[in-house]
């Protein structure tokens, strides 16, 4: 088991330049968006239109539908790309996907581009109106920023941190079902960090809440957006103090169990146990304190 960064996360690919100076660059925006290079989609409530290799439908400024565009970033061509937030087109030989269904098999251009339009639409659609006034607020810089018209007050995307671990003695980790979850359904515990508290901190304290386990030596590897609805989950090792016996919340969590690695092998092979999707980041620490791939998913 290393404890080096994670290689591989699917929604951690962007590979443009975001480009902030140009967001309030109006005559740069206004010239970009009657570039014929120019890329664009619709994304309509998280989804867009995918074509089967799969890829993003990338549609010229002229065959955009019309709607909020929000600039995502450029390439190293100078290409721009924008999404629209509009009703999807049809176009023959694609199909709508979301975020969750094709993240991990996009490529890291369009998974980053997806990751990112998926968040700004969920944030526009949530935060319509001024927290101190009520007044409907506007669209500005590029999809970036919303205004309010009574004081100019500007209103930026929200992220909500949130700390993923998996907890270890080495020999052992642990994995949880949650009380919502399918039967078996497991994986790593996570929750999000507390005002006023470090993410070690928020660690320790979310698996004590949730398992009665005592953690140290928390080990940081690696983060990813989770924009369902506006998570950064900031992904760890933690190792379990010895003599703990468990004991589950009973609300958040419904069961645990300590798995060594022929037991963890031995219950996905068998189908006992479904663990997250690839697009996860949880996958990518279970499969590092492997030390390898296993079968299945949800």
């Avoid at 052992?172 to 497991?186: D, E, Q, T």
Wanted: glycine share 10%; proline share 6%; charged share 25%.
């Amino acid at each position: 088991m290393t404890e080096t960064t994670l290689d591989w996360l699917a929604l951690s690919r962007g590979a443009l330049d975001r480009v902030g100076e140009r967001r309030r660059d109006d005559a740069w925006l206004t010239e970009a968006w009657a570039d014929a290079r120019t890329r664009a989609f619709a994304i309509d409530h998280g989804k867009v239109l995918i074509r089967p290799d799969p890829a993003l439908v990338l549609l010229g400024p002229d065959q955009a539908p019309e709607g909020e565009r929000y600039l995502l970033g450029v390439d190293e061509d100078g290409v721009a790309y924008f999404a629209v937030a509009a009703p999807l087109p049809a176009i023959e030989g694609t199909e709508p996907a979301g975020l969750r269904g094709v993240g991990a098999l996009l490529s890291d251009r369009d998974a980053g581009l997806l990751t990112q339009a998926v968040a700004l639409q969920n944030w526009h659609e949530t935060h319509a109106y001024c927290p101190r006034h009520g007044a409907p607020t506007t669209p500005a810089s590029a999809g970036h920023t919303r205004v309010c018209p009574v004081d100019g007050a500007e209103q930026f995307p929200r992220t909500d941190p949130a700390v993923i671990m998996l907890v270890h003695d080495d020999e052992r980790m642990l994995l949880a079902s949650s009380a919502n979850w399918p039967m078996r359904r497991a994986s790593v515990l996570a929750g999000f960090v507390e005002v006023g508290e470090s993410l070690e901190q928020a660690v320790a304290r979310e698996v004590y809440e949730e398992v009665g386990i005592r953690v140290h030596d928390c080990r940081y590897l690696g983060s990813q957006p989770w924009p369902l609805p506006r998570s950064l989950m900031l992904g760890f090792f933690a190792r379990a103090e010895e003599g703990q016996e468990l004991r589950v919340d009973g609300e958040e969590i419904m069961s645990a169990r300590w798995y060594t690695r022929a037991e963890l092998l031995a219950a996905t092979e068998s189908g006992e146990l479904l663990l997250p999707g690839r697009i996860s980041i949880a996958r990518q620490l279970i499969e590092r304190w492997y030390g390898g791939e296993l079968p299945g998913d949800w």
